[in-house]
């Protein structure tokens, strides 16, 4: 049983998810902007620093504990069985886990089999995301993954034969020949296939990928606004009709199975990350293991490892709590940032201070938000603009 | 250094489009005759502030001497003065030319003579000055000297083979161009026993030693420790310092006839030395100023306001220290319903408007936001009494008002007879009366019509310039005020009246005028959460109306994997835009908006 609350019993300074980056795929995929290396040259040495940053982290994180855990890439699942062991070993030996952590595993459904997700299993997820992304073969091949439709769903079957209780699928949509028609399709075919979890991405060209390119040149062409909004609302309506909750813009959940650790970075809560590229959130008060010196203000920093991954495995040997692309985050920032993080959420977010109120009212009076006391939420019309509402109530931060 | 007598001191200025090589030029005779060394040579050392060697346009004379041994073996003083060259400052250049006795007409030896020149050159003969044409940048391959010399002669009406072949660039010319201001520049007349005339051709404040008057002398002697009265305020100063720029200011024992030079007398407001007065000694007081003199005031408003409303007081100081430097800024505090607090200022021109908002922008780091210009209109009350309106948004209530007087202009156009069609539509357009129409030599014609100021300020030029592919050119003065059918046209945007969207309009233009603008206003706001309903009125009437559809969709779909910094910068550069725009109720109004009024014949 996932506690649907992960985020709210910790208290303001605590940390409890880790994000860990496996950044090796079968290969790239067109859209995707994350770290990730076709190939798994490199996967010991890789673990092995992966092991000694977690090691320092967990004594960084002394007392912390740990509700969730979100290993994400890349192809976590293509990794080695036996390293996938080790790491994981090296997660328990290393944090102190609640009763009853979530600890999601992120698969393709080209390296899933029946067999591999008992090994999964063993070695201490309880939680898989399956990146089905499509469930028509010539929507799969413009986006250059490695799986047919077939396989997509079949992967779905197979973590649920091995035992997983908790099994997200990820759907793709606003694709160039992905039509209404064929969305709808899509979903009732992911849905049949009774994932307790879905999320619904907007292709976005991200600058870099293979695919800017192709649009740059002409040869890929994006697909309108109106048509990625209109679909937007198909997912709604076809899995709110299914039983999902929408509890997240693009994130849907049969009761009681929101994702938790992502629900973490939504109510701007703290997390650790290790891994080549892995973004991580930390209270001020941990500065000093990362020998840093928070500047008067700071209540918290962000970071990002760096992209490569020689280089990471270099800087870990160094010294294991090595952090880049630092960002230290005050009060206003954290407001602003709660603020646009929280209402994404169907829950919503606390408003703060008379201003905040005031641009709420006008907000509720146009239709784009509910609030009840403090606590604001975007309507349907609302969420379609969002990015609006949050720097209409975010200037109001101080 | 002794005061040169006057058969060895020339008085000159240069006359040049934009690009045909007036720095260059100005350059190249520095360095000739050591004025200035080849190492120090800035480029352009003329063009002081970094605006106007980027736009290409001088807005502050400026004087340099030069020593000129000449081929006769005698040296000559030779005084560049340098002018302005734009429509806005025709009053500074009339006094920049009446300090010279010649004056160089540079031409493009490719690009033959421009529009915008003639102006200047007439101005120029009317002055009585010797006009030197030279054909520059000769070394261009598409240069055609024959054809310009042809053109001197068919469109100013000047010998043609008395033009000097000239490339400033590669110093072609110069030792020439210097002789031809030696021997056919006359030499300035004058009498040193005379009481003190000396004509102020312009002025700028500095901080360390006040006001800083550049002064032709006329008759008589300026020295340091004498006392002077400006003739026109009747002020008086003692002389600090007298001197020459070479171009480092130099400072000499006395400045005599003929000579041109600075005058420093702790003059703390440049308005205390106004351009076109004449500076006399104040125990001998000449009998009558120099000619000429002519009170400048402002022609065209506009108002100035801060985007950040807490920059009022910073706008404030600096409105007041640009305001030490250009006498002719004024300004007095407004306050908009729909933008707050600001300035309402008054220009000689657009251009002059142009300058003082970037530089407002520019030196003192402000943003800021300037409303469409608008002229001064006068208002006969019922009561009989008159009241000055600078500001749409002011205008009495029409009830109470019997007669509004618009200034009008007697605005000369130098076109190509082809683009006289055109030229005649818009200016009929713009509710202007053919006064006359001449053909000149060259296939030129010269309109003269009687146009509304509060016309021309309203992309006049710009359409003047597109209509004629760029060759006419407009020149014009005020000849006073007349009472026309004038009404006010008010903007909704959101339902709320916009005060500084406001326009005094002619009635029988005025719902043409609202549809034009309400449909550009649709253009320029961007989509907001709201649907935006854009009207136009005319007293309670609704004449246009327009809507801005409302948003449809804004919003990330992945926030996931933890990145939390890239997506707060994404709405930072939104919070980044917003700033820059006026909200007036629910509505983001953008700064262009408030100009939409200048652009609606696009």
Known sequence: MVLATAGKHSATHAVAAVYIHIPFCE???????????????????????????????????????????????????????????????????????????????????????????????????NRVSVGVQSTHGDVLGFLGRVHDAGRALAAIAEVRAAGFANVSGDLIYAVPGLDDKRWEESLHRLVDAGPDHISCYELTVEAGTPLHRAVAAGRARVVDADSALRQHHIAVHSLESAGYEHYEVSNFARRGMRCAHNLVYWRNNHYAAAGVGAHGHLPASLAPAFALQPPPGALSFRYQHGRAIEAYVAGVARSPLTVRNLEWVDATMRAEESIMLGLRLREGVRLEGTGMAAEARALVAGGFLEVLGMQARATPRGEDVLNQLAVRLAAHCT | MPSSPLELIRNFCIIAHIDHGKSTLADRLLERTGTVAMRDMQDQLLDTLDLERERGITIKAQAVRLDYIAASGRTYQLNLIDTPGHVDFAYEVSRSLAACEGALLVVDASQGIEAQTLANVYAALEADLEVIPVINKIDLPAADPELVRQEIEDVIGLPGDGAILASARQGLGIDEILEAVVARVPQPSGEVDGPLQALIFDSKYDAYRGVIV????????????????????????????????????????????????????????????????????????????????????????????????????????????????????????????????????????????????????????????????????????????????????????????????????????????????????????????????????????????????????HDFYDQLKSRSRGYASLDYEITGFRAEKLVKLDILVGGQRVDALSMIVHRDKASLQGRKLAERLRKLIPRQLFEVPIQAAIGGKIVARETVSAMRKDVLAKCYGGDITRKRKLLEKQKEGKKRMKRVGNVEIPQEAFMAVLKLDE
């Open chain 1, 27 to 125: 290969r790239k995929c067109e859209y995707c902007d994350f770290v990730s290396v076709a190939g798994a040259k490199g996967q010991h040495q890789y673990v092995a620093s992966l092991r000694a940053e977690l090691r320092a982290l967990g004594a960084a994180l002394d007392g912390s504990v740990i509700d969730t855990v979100f290993c994400g890439g890349g192809t976590p699942g293509l990794l080695d069985l036996r390293l996938m062991g080790e790491l994981m070993d090296e997660v328990r030996a290393s944090f102190t886990l609640g009763a009853d952590p979530e600890i999601t595993l992120e698969i393709n459904p080209s390296s899933s089999s029946e067999q591999r997700a008992h090994a999964w299993r063993a070695a201490g997820f």
């Open chain 2, 214 to 457: 550049y002064v032709r002398v006329v008759h008589g002697v300026i020295r340091q420790g004498q006392r002077v009265r400006m003739m026109a305020t009747a002020k008086e100063f003692v002389v600090d310092e007298v001197g020459v720029f070479r171009p480092r200011p130099t400072s000499m024992r006395t400045l005599s006839p003929g000579e041109v030079g600075y005058v420093v007398a702790s003059i703390k407001d440049v308005r205390d030395s106004k351009v076109g007065d004449t500076v006399t000694d104040a125990d001998n007081i000449a009998g009558q100023p120099l000619p000429g003199y002519r009170t400048v005031v402002p022609m065209v408003f506009a108002g100035i306001f801060p985007i950040n409303s807490e920059d009022v007081q910073d706008l404030k100081e600096a409105l007041s220290k640009l305001n030490l430097n250009d006498a002719s800024l004024v300004y007095e505090p407004e306050s908009s319903v729909a933008l707050g607090f600001g300035f309402r200022c008054g220009f000689l021109g657009l251009l002059h408007m142009e300058i003082v908002q970037e530089r407002l922008e520019r030196e003192f780091d402000l943003e800021l936001l300037t409303t469409a210009p608008t002229v001064e209109y006068r208002v006969r009350l019922r009561t009989g009494e008159m009241v000055a309106v600078d500001n749409p948004a002011m205008l009495p209530d029409p009830a109470t008002v019997d007669a509004i007087e618009e200034p009008r202009t007697r605005a000369t156009i130098f076109v190509p007879k082809e683009y006289v069609g055109p030229l005649m539509e818009l200016c009929q357009d713009r509710r202007g009366e053919l006064l006359d129409m001449q053909y000149q030599p060259g296939d030129r014609v010269a309109l003269v019509y009687d146009l509304p100021l509060g016309e021309i300020i």
